[in-house]
């Protein structure tokens, strides 16, 4: 058998309120608010905070896989899983693979990661499952979406903080959602038909299929962390299931943070374990051109995992947009500012992977100071190759800073409006370096100030798309 | 053994034209201009007596090598070098023509710099370059600097009052400049009440986008004679230091000096002979490209003790008719900063004022005095000291 030894989860601390949404279009409001990622953020840069977060006190070489889903990649053709890995830092020789085109994708992931453990190919996989969906704008999708991950770390059963107990699908090519080579929103046929024929319909039968396997009846479950497409529909579940809404059907988060693609129902899970009981049963369903069901029981090793992960303290730990205006610049529905310079040299980010992606500094063999960017000559002693790698801490102090109107975040040209908040952070293990700082609020930058290291995307430039690593205010419990 | 070129070569033309923008100028027209001022003071045909220049300029000619000052004079079948070096362009130009002057493989040269940066579009420098790196942070001009303010606040108590003395001095300077660009006078609320540019620095802590050109006639002493009786100055030293272009990363950087400036200092003080900048020379000319710069560089050039600079401000002591004045001309703050001429200027300026040709800003008594350079991020420094010949 599988299970589940570490979870993690990321939502972006933005939000937008749907009555701010609901004024700013003229449509009605559906109530609550949902979490926005910023302009720097992405389903990867999200993905890899969720791995993070799920891989806090684990040995990444120890793992063998990662998969990552989504149907927002940022990439149509170019694996987000393979830079992932070198993001976490995970070994060469890892199998990787991008699972997308239906918001079942997290759940497959987490099958295949299953099968993988259990025929003995892989040790420990990692799932990632993040989604940041374009919603045309005015449309409900725009109020329903909200943009998150999760992390699952799937092994052997002995060290599982919850075992899998068992997995079943229902296939179903319901018409929607569908999005085309060349859309750039998902369109649907009408909704009913997806909800009343697809969700309402295909989730009872994988559930049911599944507990059918264990000899487990619907009462028997704690919980069920179930995706449903909006808050109706979500609710209506219960009623097909025959379980109580109020006890035994796990909060959609859909006033908190929107529907977050293929991580929703892995996002409640996690928030489901994170108040279970050793024990305790739960279900976990997604939805898209059929259903899966996978059922998990919590063991002893829930209550000491809990305190090394965030997990849903990132959906309480948000900070509200200003206005809908901000919220289509995030989602890149209007630019602003002076044009872009275009150019970014894409062989120098690839040659310098080691210290970009998984940050790695330089310590020198000779005089012993830890440095960054790593270069082959120490910066202070002058001694030529001879330095070891070394891991750089992701926390630290603000040295000095300032607000940089002429040259705007993410390296554009300035527009007089948007400053970049650049930051001289002192590393917790002393190295020094110099980031864009993001997140904030640049009246409470100041000398002194704690930051911790955030994955983002840098800029966009000769059409490709450079990540890396910013400092933000401290966030969702860090300690 | 090192030998120093004090006195060993002479400036006898000078020509700078007005700075500011010239939309309708070719970076072509304003060097042409610059070059035949200079010859004109320097009695020199430019294609009889002229055996080498140097071209300094930093943006717009990548690749483009001698041909910067070829093309534009017609000037073709002789030595030309283009020389870059950050804002610190224009005085290793001079630099590299006053060593072969020295090593008399020359006998008379041109040293000039032009910079033609409004064709770009935009604000601020252009950071269209493909030499950053993608990952590592970048950052504005001013954003280089205005990190040292903060510690500067937080280390010595300075406080941006303490920058807008800076620019209100040279603004009053720069007035009285024929050759300015801006030639206003302002007050400490025009700079405290302005737009932010990089905090804490505002837009009058920073020099302004500006276009312009310079040229020097350089040759040897004896020469100068026959061509301008004793209206020469000589160079004293001529000294370049370069430091990383990544000042942040520096393990023990801490903000309160630049150290490429510092060490340029230290030796052009050992080529000149100066053991007590501030008793021996007269005046000096900084690179005020940022307010903040100024008072650090007091410190850096050996005119104060670390952490006084702000106070020599306060006091008055760099004032035109202070103790030990600094940026008579106005400074970068009011002559911008088009990166290739600056240089070739501020040695152009040197030599007026110890020829006592400083119209409207001279230095009373000046007979010697330094410039300085300091380019990119904290990084290129370079001092010059032109004096009256000893």
């Known amino acids: ?202 989730v009872p039968q994988a559930v049911n299929r599944v507990l059918g396997e264990v000899g487990l009846q619907a009462s028997d479950v704690s919980k069920y962390a ?89 959906v309480s730990s948000k900070a509200m947009l200003p206005s809908y205006g901000r919220f289509l610049t995030y989602k890149k529905e209007i630019e602003v500012g002076w044009p872009e310079w275009e150019r970014s040299s894409v062989a120098k980010y690839w040659r310098d992977e080691n210290w970009l992606l998984p940050l790695y500094g330089m310590k020198c063999n000779n005089c012993g100071t830890l440095q960054y960017p790593v270069r082959r000559i120490c910066s202070v002693c002058g001694e030529r190759d001879n330095y070891e790698n070394v891991k750089l801490a992701r926390r630290g102090k603000v040295f000095t800073f300032t607000h940089d109107y002429l040259l705007g975040p993410g390296n554009r040209p300035a527009d007089g409006i948007n400053a970049a908040t650049r930051v001289l952070i002192a590393l917790e293990d002393g190295c020094r370096i110099w980031l864009e700082m993001t997140d904030h609020n640049a009246e409470e930058v100041n000398v002194d100030i704690p930051v911790e290291l955030t994955f983002r995307l840098l800029h966009e430039k000769s059409d490709f798309r450079f990540y890396g690593w910013k400092a933000r205010p401290p966030r969702a419990g860090s300690n | 053994m090192q030998e120093s070129i004090r006195d060993k070569v002479a400036i006898i033309g000078t020509g700078v034209t007005k700075f500011g923008e010239h939309w309708d100028e070719d970076a072509d027209d304003m060097l042409v201009d610059a070059v035949y001022d200079a010859c004109s003071e320097a009695n020199v045909d430019l294609r009889k007596d002229i055996d080498a220049v140097w071209i300094s300029t930093l943006y717009d000619w990548s690749g483009m090598s001698g041909w910067g000052a070829a093309e534009p004079l017609q000037w073709f079948g002789k030595p030309v070098t283009r020389v870059e070096n950050q804002c610190a362009s224009g005085m290793d130009a001079v630099r590299n023509a006053a060593y072969a002057v020295a090593a008399n493989r020359y006998d008379i040269v041109l040293a000039c710099g032009v910079e033609k940066v409004l064709d770009q579009g935009g604000r601020g420098l252009s950071q269209d370059i493909l030499y950053w790196h993608p990952s590592l942070t970048w950052q504005s001009a001013p954003a280089y600097f205005a990190p040292c303010a903060i510690r500067a606040f937080k280390e010595w108590g300075w406080s941006r009052e303490d920058m807008a003395k800076v620019a209100v001095k040279n603004h009053q300077n720069g007035a ?166 600056t240089g070739v200027r501020m040695m152009a300026e040197l030599t007026k004022q110890v020829l006592g040709r400083a119209e409207g800003c001279q230095v009373k008594d000046a007979k010697m005095g330094f410039a300085h350079n300091l380019g990119g991020p904290q990084a290129i420094a370079a001092v010059g000291i032109v004096g009256l010949p000893s």
Request: charged share 25%; glycine share 8%.
């Open chain 1, 1 to 202: 058998m599988a299970g589940i030894l570490s979870y993690g989860v990321y939502v972006p601390i933005w939000r937008i309120s749907r009555d701010e949404i609901a004024r700013s279009v003229g449509s009605a409001s559906m109530r609550g608010e949902r979490a926005v990622a910023s302009w720097d953020e992405d389903s990867l840069t999200m993905g890899v905070e969720a791995g993070l977060d799920c891989l806090a006190g684990v040995d990444p070489t120890e793992i063998d896989g990662l998969y990552f889903a989504s149907v927002s990649s940022p990439y149509r053709e170019k694996q987000v899983s393979s830079l992932i890995a070198s993001v976490l830092d995970l070994r060469k020789d890892v199998y990787t693979s991008d699972f997308a085109g239906s918001l079942r994708a997290g759940t497959q992931a987490v099958k295949a990661a299953c099968d993988g453990v259990r025929a003995g190919t892989m040790r420990k996989v990692l799932v990632i499952a993040a989604d940041a969906r374009k919603a045309m704008p005015r449309s409900d999708a725009e109020q329903t979406y909200g943009d998150g991950a999760v992390a699952l770390l799937i092994g052997g059963d002995d060290k599982a903080l919850a075992t899998i107990e068992g997995f079943s699908t229902i296939v179903d090519p319901m018409p929607g959602p569908w999005r085309r080579e060349e859309d750039r929103y998902a369109q649907v046929f009408d909704v009913r038909i997806d909800t009343r024929f697809g969700v309402l319909k295909n």
């Open chain 1, 226 to 314: 179930a995706y449903g497409p909006d808050a109706r529909t979500h609710a209506a579940i219960a009623g097909q299931l025959k379980i109580d809404a109020k006890t035994q059907l796990q909060d959609s988060m859909f006033k908190d943070t929107g529907i977050t693609g293929v991580a929703h129902c892995l996002l409640l899970l996690v928030a489901a374990l994170e108040e279970a009981k050793q024990g305790d049963h739960i279900v976990c369903t997604s939805y898209g051109e059929g259903s899966d069901a996978f059922l998990v029981k919590a063991t002893d090793r829930l209550d000491r995992e809990r305190a090394n992960h965030r997990g849903t303290q990132y």
């Open chain 2, 176 to 341: 009285k400049h024929p050759k300015a660009h801006f030639r206003r006078e302002i007050t400490i609320d025009t700079v405290l009440n302005a737009p932010v540019i990089s905090y804490p620095l505002t837009l009058f802590d920073c020099c302004a986008l500006s276009e312009g050109a310079a040229a020097l006639i350089v040759t040897r002493p004896d020469i100068a004679k026959t061509l301008v009786g004793d209206k020469y100055a000589t160079i004293k030293a001529m000294a370049l230091a370069v430091e990383t272009q990544w000042p942040f990363f520096k393990p023990d950087w801490n903000g309160l000096s630049f150290t490429a400036t510092v060490r340029a200092a230290e030796d052009a003080y050992w080529e000149a002979g100066i053991d007590n900048p501030r008793k021996e020379l007269d005046f000096g000319i900084v690179h005020d490209c940022f307010t903040i710069t100024e008072l650090m560089t007091y410190q850096d050039m050996k005119l104060c003790k670390p952490g006084e600079g702000a106070e020599l401000a306060r006091a008055g002591v760099t004032a035109i008719d202070g103790e030990f004045p600094i940026n008579p001309d106005g400074g970068l703050k009011c002559f911008g900063h088009p990166v290739g001429a």
